[in-house]
């Protein structure tokens, strides 16, 4: 069993992370840190717990740390971080100097060359990059990225797409919950009845991650946030190279696997793409535990002329999204003989 340490253990993202290493098959969480105003105290008594199940007990009683590079224990294989990401930037790369293999959601650092931002089921291959960061900065450890949510949930279907049909603009429309800001993200008089149509800094990450994951894209992002707890929808147009018709893509998706289903990583779903023929299908309740949150569910697939599909995908932000990327990619790491 491999020691694991959850830094921004007491937010959404964090909390999530708790939840699924919770009776994980080859990972144990020996640590968890967060800010000052949690720091000193067990975390049953420091979280503000909001998820479905209940606290695990083997982290209930836990000490929450102070976020401190120097003082996680050596035995420490993995380190996951949730953390924000200018507090990110001052810590994740002391800790892959230490030696610790980092798998982080924060988005410093996501855009750097030699630094692997990775969906298992799209770009696996991508892990190579870990043997020139750790040459080009001197560094034991190394730093693997999650991408943004949105980018996450929608590289998923646009991988198959592209394979077969090549892809070569993408225009897109998010439809985000609240939990994809943060426990403290988006005050409450600001989202019931409404519509945010601005999310800082969204587009771009969308616009510039995508690329970086699949190859040459031209991509067009909207991101906007809605009254939805858990859960993105996105409303994707894409121009393909070769005309697509709508029967074949639809196994075209839902045949689709990856590494993570060959190799039975624990936390891989049977299906990374469901598709769903209903007309009123995905919708963030009734969808967004599909493979226990780490499939995204494609709907409302529709052809415009000879080489325009649109689609809507939808997936659960903090899982898919955060937390389950990061431990399916942990997995990868640690089936690849990555991680010491
Ligand atoms: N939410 C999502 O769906 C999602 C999806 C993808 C990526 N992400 C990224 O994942 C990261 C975490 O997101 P989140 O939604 O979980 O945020 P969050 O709910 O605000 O949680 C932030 C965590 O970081 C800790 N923290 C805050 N400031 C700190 C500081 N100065 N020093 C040390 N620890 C500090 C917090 O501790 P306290 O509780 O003590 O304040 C908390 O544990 C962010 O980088 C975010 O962009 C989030």
């Keep these: 069993m491999l ?11 964090g909390q999530r992370f708790v939840q699924l290493l919770s009776g994980h098959p080859w990972m144990r969480i020996a640590g968890v840190a967060a800010s000052h105003r949690s720091a000193g105290r067990k975390y049953r008594d420091s979280v503000r717990w909001v998820l479905e199940s209940p606290i695990p007990d083997e982290v209930a009683d836990l000490n929450v740390d102070p976020v401190d590079p120097s003082a996680i224990p050596e035995e420490v294989s993995i380190v996951f971080s949730a953390l924000p990401s200018q507090v990110a930037a001052q810590v994740e790369p002391e800790l892959a100097k230490r030696g610790f293999v980092v798998v982080s959601n ?15 089921e799209v770009n696996p291959r991508s892990l190579d990059l870990v043997k020139a960061q750790r040459e ?8 693997v990225k999650k991408p943004n949510c949105s980018t996450t949930i929608l590289a998923l279907p646009l991988k198959p797409i592209m394979d077969r049909y090549g892809v070569s603009q993408v225009s897109v429309v998010t439809l985000q919950a609240v939990t994809g800001a943060g426990f403290s993200g988006v005050p409450s008089v600001a989202i019931i009845d409404n519509v945010v149509p601005y999310i800082a800094g969204e587009e771009e990450k ?3 991650e995508l690329p970086k994951i699949l190859g040459h894209v031209d991509v067009r992002a909207t991101t906007t946030r809605v009254p939805v707890l858990d859960g993105h929808m996105e409303v994707a147009y894409v121009e393909t190279a070769h005309e697509a018709e709508v029967e074949e893509l639809v196994k075209v998706l839902s045949s689709f696997r990856g590494v993570p289903q060959e190799l039975g990583l624990p936390t891989a779903p049977r299906d990374p793409i469901v598709v769903r023929q209903e007309v009123d299908r995905p919708q963030p309740r009734l969808d967004r535990w599909e493979g226990r949150g780490m499939s995204v569910v494609v709907g409302r697939i529709r052809r415009y002329g000879d080489r325009t599909i649109r689609f809507l995908v939808l997936g659960h932000n903090t899982v898919r999204g955060a937390a389950g990327n990061s431990i399916l990619t942990a997995e990868l790491l640690i089936k690849w003989g990555l991680v010491a």
């Design 106 to 120: 924060a988005s410093n650092m996501r855009m750097d060359g030699d630094v692997p931002l990775i969906v298992p």
């Design 3 to 13: 020691e694991v340490y959850v830094l921004g253990a007491t937010g959404l993202v």
């Design 206 to 208: 969308i616009e510039g």
């Design 136 to 143: 080009a900065r001197g560094w034991d450890g190394f730093i």
